[in-house]
């Protein structure tokens, strides 16, 4: 166990649908990330907040929203989404954004989109 | 978790064996590189990192090289074991002063019996 935990494990949506992933450290990091990661394409990283503030958006689609309502959670909050969006969603944290400090992730949200 | 639909390379070694993957980073600037294992079905985990003021850094039956000459970073896992088999990325950490890592595509380990 690495410390960060991710729900819905997995997760089935239609195009129309709206739903949320939510994740959750237990670390006492201060600083959050979101990962796409498909099959065809590296590892990708969308949002970082640092102290609750998003210091990065990695020029994703706005039917993205993410939210860090303090420094243990973090949600992804999906609308409108395309089957290309169907990937593996994982979310990682680290002591800060600043400096050089390793990424702890957790195990993913496998999202299908239909 | 791993990226099925990516071309990875492969390298398959007999259990017992050491294992050598490798990786070419993209940003000579760059300051910090990790070293993550990522088994099917779970998030990447960390094995290793160094900075770019190091060559050589050791771990438990892991080290990691890095020669900025020619911007090539490697893993060397000794005496490979089953619980090896996963796929191994490198991340180089592209902005100084920022927590900005940038993953390769990954190499997929497979140990032999």
């Known amino acids: 166990e690495t410390g960060v935990t991710q729900t819905p494990r997995h997760l089935v949506m239609g195009m129309t649908n709206k739903k949320s992933l939510k994740c959750e450290q237990h670390?006492?990091?201060?600083?959050m990330y979101w990962y796409k990661q498909s099959a065809k394409k590296p590892l990708e990283l969308m949002f970082v907040?640092?102290?609750?503030?998003?210091?990065e958006n990695n020029s994703v689609p706005s039917r993205f929203s993410p939210e860090c309502p303090n420094s243990s959670h973090l949600f992804l909050h999906l609308h409108t989404l395309q089957p290309e969006d169907s990937a593996l969603y994982l979310c990682?944290?680290?002591?800060?954004?600043?400096?050089?400090?390793?990424?702890?992730f957790g195990p993913g949200t496998r999202l299908t989109v239909t | 978790g791993e990226s099925v639909g990516l071309h990875l390379p492969t390298l398959s070694v007999q259990e017992g064996d050491n294992s050598i993957i490798n990786c070419a980073y993209s940003n000579s600037a760059s300051d910090y590189f990790i070293w993550y294992k990522q088994e099917s079905g779970k998030g990447p985990q960390f094995i290793i990192d160094?900075?770019?003021?190091?060559d050589k850094r050791q771990g438990q039956r892991v080290t990691v090289l890095l020669n900025k000459t020619v911007k090539h970073l490697s893993l060397q896992i000794a005496a490979t074991q089953p619980g090896d088999s996963a796929v191994y990325f490198c991340?180089?950490?592209?902005?100084?002063?920022?927590?900005?890592?940038?993953f390769g595509q990954g190499t997929r380990l497979t140990i032999n019996p």
């Open positions: 991340a180089e950490n592209k902005v100084q002063g920022a927590q900005k890592l940038v």
């Open positions: 670390l006492g990091h201060n600083a």
């Open positions: 160094i900075r770019s003021n190091m």
């Open positions: 990682a944290s680290s002591h800060d954004a600043g400096g050089i400090t390793r990424q702890y």
């Open positions: 907040y640092s102290l609750e503030e998003r210091v």
